[in-house]
């Protein structure tokens, strides 16, 4: 039986630690007037996407900064 455990649980062990955990930030804009406008939680690569990018404002790109809860 413990031949058998040890491989088992290095596997589980392995599967869970190799498993890529979402990371998601609430994300906020300053709009024309200087005010924080807030969007929400955005994860992945939407996340990636919406800071490299930036957030369509009725046409004006904003500048997109997000932080971690």
Do not use: W
């Amino acid at each position: 039986m413990k031949r058998l455990f040890i491989p088992t649980a290095a596997f589980f062990f392995l599967a869970f630690a190799s498993c890529k955990k979402s990371e998601c930030h609430e994300c906020h804009y300053d709009d024309a007037s200087g005010a924080e406008v807030e969007l929400g939680e955005y994860c992945d690569d939407e996340l990636e996407s919406l800071e490299a990018n930036g957030y369509n404002d009725n046409g004006a790109i904003r500048t997109v900064h997000c932080h971690g809860h």
